[in-house]
T-cell receptor, first 112, second 111 residues
Framework: DTGVSQNPRHKITKRGQNVTFRCDPISEHNRLYWYRQTLGQGPEFLTY????????KSRLLSDRFSAERPKGSFSTLEIQRTEQGDSAMYLC??????????FGPGTRLTVL | GEDVEQSLFLSVREGDSSVINCTYTDSSSTYLYWYKQEPGAGLQLLTY?????DMKQDQRLTVLLNKKDKHLSLRIADTQTGDSAIYFC???????????FGQGTELSVKP
């Protein structure tokens, strides 16, 4: 257990529905990252926050995806109008600036 | 990650050494990492090396970095069945920035 928690651990939804995932970081970690991992691949960067500011977004993050970190602590990742191609493991990682990233257990999304 | 490459599979016998290789393309990479992922789980940080080092040892783990060839390796001594997992190398190009991962090497340890 790294101290980073993610909820839910599994989510099954129907195509077209909205889903929201939550990540709770290690308390003193001010950077928070979201990654997506599909089967047989390494994680791919989606976006990251330093405190409450969203500093970078990947081209992978379409308009249907939005992430927030309102108070610089927990973060949410929302996917609107889910598609089957969104099925993946969504991983959150946190770090103190210029330190190493620690990953949560991930949320596995299945879109039917 | 298109910029970081790893072989996909490695099979060893229990007690042998395992060597997992990785190549990267960006010479500006500052830190290089090894993570381990067991089925259905998140990523566990194993070790990392700063780009101005060429070797780091941590118990059964030895990391070698050849910066000229942009080649990174992870050696696991006395490999155990509990070491069976997928191993990812990853690079960070800016201090504290996003990680760029390889595809992962699936290590299978046979008794």
């Amino acid at each position: 257990d790294t101290g980073v928690s993610q909820n839910p651990r599994h989510k099954i939804t129907k195509r077209g529905q909205n889903v929201t995932f939550r990540c709770d970081p290690i308390s003193e970690h001010n950077r928070l990252y979201w990654y997506r991992q599909t089967l047989g691949q390494g994680p791919e960067f989606l976006t990251y926050f330093q405190n409450e500011a969203q500093l970078e977004k990947s081209r992978l993050l379409s308009d249907r995806f939005s992430a927030e970190r309102p108070k610089g602590s927990f973060s949410t990742l929302e996917i609107q109008r889910t598609e089957q191609g969104d099925s993946a493991m969504y991983l959150c990682a946190t770090e103190r600036v210029a330190d190493t990233q620690y990953f949560g257990p991930g949320t596995r999304l299945t879109v039917l | 990650g298109e910029d970081v490459e790893q072989s996909l599979f490695l099979s060893v016998r229990e007690g042998d050494s395992s060597v997992i290789n990785c190549t990267y393309t960006d010479s500006s990479s500052t830190y290089l990492y090894w993570y381990k992922q067991e089925p259905g789980a998140g990523l566990q940080l194993l070790t990392y090396i700063f780009s101005n080092m060429d070797m780091k040892q941590d118990q059964r783990l030895t990391v070698l970095l050849n910066k000229k060839d942009k080649h990174l390796s992870l050696r696991i001594a006395d490999t155990q069945t509990g070491d069976s997992a997928i191993y990812f190398c990853a690079e960070v190009r800016n201090q504290g920035g996003k990680l760029i991962f390889g595809q992962g090497t699936e290590l299978s340890v046979k008794p």
